[in-house]
Each structure stands twice: as structure tokens, then as C-alpha cells.
């Protein structure tokens, strides 16, 4: 089935180390969601079947309940929502009991919390809102409101963080009433705040980012929390259903500045701006790809997870020099610790997600 992606461009503030397309403009969250609700419309009537629904920003919890509740109701009137998993990212300090109590009634059925940190010297570095007795307190009211599936984000890397602070931030979060964490690596992203040398020097090197992400993966392993993506762990009954449906290749909409789509097998996106998209009758549409390349896909998604991909399907999607290719290169790869292969699977292991990226160009070329 397909996706629903929303793309909620507005921050209170905007974090130092963020490139998503974000603008502080609370005059226009009335626009934006008549402009949401007006694109929307224009898929009823086409029987699309669809059992995810995911508020990205952004900070969507700048939204009112109101708000939510009307993008939730336009979404169910024009496409066919099957038990559809509905997640909301929220920041602690934007988030309170009554707009929770909101989103509960309106539908949403998961919270994605961007906590970061249970250090608030951390918090404070990361230009972040609030600190993590707020977190702590919100997390908590979402599950009394009745949220059985609550994530939260942790970063690692940040500036005077040791694998000690990094380690007590898990155990704090993971003490919580949560079922999914999001481990992120900091990167210095362009044209951002961060984006200067006396900044880059200041946060971890790669010694310590592989260090810390090796320590993350083996301690939330240990609570109960499995791995299945890259930067994602889970209980059971705590994946990201939508999540999963990039990384395994299924069709999404995406409505909102700078939301991606990949629908009726074409790859495209709204340009960045909140004034066009508001202005504009249907939202801008920016074609990446007519016709994606399976195979280069299938491989490149797949080995984001820890379920892997099948050799034998990467063969059939893109010929058998391919596959010879993989089989060859994933062997020299196993004996190296960065990945296993069994019969026909191939996955990564820890280490190997570390250098995904040149194990999957190896792989493909």
C-alpha cells in the first residue's frame, strides 16, 4: 500500500546542524494546512489504498490539534486509510498534555519525539528548546494520553560527548515508557550554522563516531531494543511502519515544500517554499526519476536493514554479471567482519553499516 508523507516546514527556532527545509513563520500554519488539505483533495476518487500517514518537518507539533485532526480527515475522505499507522514528530518543548490528548482523537497513533540528549549541556550545544527534565515529562504524559508506540531520537557526536554521557543518555531514554529509538550520527551539514571548521574540529572524529555507534548498537541490543535499520531499533511491535516503506522500496506521496514522492513508479518533489506551496493551486512537482533503476535500488534501500537483501532478486533485477559481482565482492566482504551472507542473503553487520556506503559502490559497480 501506499504512504502519505507530510512535510511540516516550521521551527519555533531553527537547530544550528539542521538542512531541512524549515522557516519560523507561525502567521502562516493556517495557510499551510488549507494548502495540505487542498492537495490532498486532488488524489479522491482514485481508490488509492493507503496505511501510513507521517508528519515529518519541520517541528509538526507547532500544529494545533485542530489542524492535524483536518489534514487526518481530508486524508481519510480521499484515500482508502487501512489501519493505518499515524506519526507525528514532535519537539518537547512545542509538545503539551492537551495538544497530545488532540492528536490521540484525531488518529495519530505514534509519537516520534526528538529528544537528542539526556544531557543538557548537550542540549544546549545543540541549540535544542528544551532540557531533559521537559523531555522526560512530556514522554511520559504521551504514554498516560494513551500512545502505546513513542520514539525518541539520540544523537551522537556532539560536541564534549564521551561514550560514558552517550551511554547514560540511552539508559535514560530507554527508562522511559518508549518503544523505538533513532540513533543519529552529527554531521556537519552545508549552509548550516555548523557549517565552519572551528566546529568541525570541536565534535567527535571518526574514531569516535564508529566507537559510540558500535556501543549504541550493543546497548540497546541488550534492553530489547533490535536493530532493524541502519540508525533504528526497535521492540517488537515498535517498527516504523512508514519507515520501512522507503527502504523497502514501496510507493509514497509526499505533500509539503520539499516533500518526496516516488508514486506510479516516477521519483519527484515540491520545491522548498512555503510561499508557492501556500500560492499555489496544486503543489509544484520537480521529476528526479522517470524510470529508477531496480536493481541499483533495491540494493542500495535493502542494505539499510538488517533483514538484508536477496542476491538472487538483485540478480533477476539487474542481470547476471551483477550478481556476480555481489557474490564475489560480499565474500572478500564477510571475511573482513563487515557483512554475512547466508545461502542467498546478504546483510550488513554493525561494522558494515559503518561503511555502507563503499561496500554498496563496490557491490554495484
Not at 500517514?53 to 490539534?65: C, E, H
Not at 571475511?335 to 546483510?347: E, I, P
Request: aromatic letters at 10%; one cysteine or more.
Amino acid at each position: 500500500m501506499t504512504g502519505i508523507y507530510i512535510h511540516v516546514p516550521f521551527c519555533k527556532r531553527k537547530c544550528p546542524y539542521c538542512d531541512f527545509y524549515s522557516v519560523c513563520r507561525p502567521d502562516l500554519y493556517e495557510d499551510y494546512t488549507q494548502a495540505v488539505c487542498r492537495n490532498i483533495q486532488a488524489f479522491r476518487g482514485r481508490g488509492i489504498k493507503c496505511d501510513t500517514i507521517y508528519f515529518g518537518g519541520g517541528t509538526p507539533s507547532v500544529l494545533s490539534a485542530e489542524q492535524v485532526d483536518r489534514i487526518i480527515d481530508t486524508a481519510g475522505k480521499c484515500f482508502d486509510l487501512c489501519d493505518p499507522e499515524i506519526t507525528l514528530e514532535a519537539n518537547p518543548s512545542s509538545a503539551d498534555r492537551d495538544k497530545m490528548s488532540g492528536w490521540r482523537k484525531a488518529g495519530v497513533t505514534r509519537l516520534s519525539f526528538g529528544v537528542q540528549s539526556a544531557d543538557d549541556r548537550e542540549l544546549g550545544f545543540l541549540g535544542r528548546l528544551h532540557d531533559f527534565a521537559q523531555a522526560e515529562g512530556v514522554v511520559e504524559a504521551a504514554a498516560r494520553e494513551g500512545f502505546q508506540h513513542i520514539s525518541c531520537d539520540v544523537m551522537m557526536g556532539v560536541k564534549g560527548q564521551t561514550l560514558e554521557s552517550l551511554q547514560n543518555s540511552i539508559e535514560r531514554l530507554i527508562a522511559l515508557p518508549v518503544d523505538h529509538i533513532s540513533a543519529y550520527m552529527l554531521k556537519i551539514e552545508k549552509g548550516t550554522a555548523f557549517d565552519c571548521d572551528e566546529m568541525r574540529k570541536s565534535v567527535a572524529d571518526d574514531d569516535m563516531l564508529c566507537d559510540m555507534y558500535l556501543q549504541t548498537v550493543k546497548q540497546l541490543e541488550g534492553k530489547g531494543f533490535l536493530q532493524y535499520e541502519i540508525s533504528n531499533f526497535a521492540k517488537e511491535g515498535g517498527k516504523s511502519r512508514h519507515n520501512l516503506k522507503y527502504w523497502h522500496g514501496e510507493e509514497y506521496i509526499g505533500i509539503g515544500p520539499s516533500a518526496h514522492s516516488y508514486f506510479e513508479g516516477v521519483r519527484y518533489f515540491c520545491k522548498g517554499d512555503i510561499d508557492a506551496f501556500i500560492a499555489d493551486k496544486l503543489q509544484s512537482r520537480t521529476v528526479l526519476e522517470e524510470n529508477p533503476d531496480k536493481a541499483e535500488e533495491y540494493v542500495m534501500l535493502g542494505l539499510r536493514l538488517t533483514e538484508g537483501i536477496d542476491i538472487s532478486k538483485a540478480e533477476q533485477l539487474g542481470g547476471s554479471e551483477l550478481g556476480r559481482n555481489i557474490r564475489k565482492k560480499a565474500e572478500l566482504f564477510q571475511k573482513q567482519g563487515l557483512c554475512v551472507v547466508d545461502k542467498d542473503n546478504l546483510r550488513l553487520t554493525p561494522e558494515g553499516f559503518l561503511a555502507s556506503n563503499s561496500i554498496i559502490g563496490e557491490l554495484l559497480w
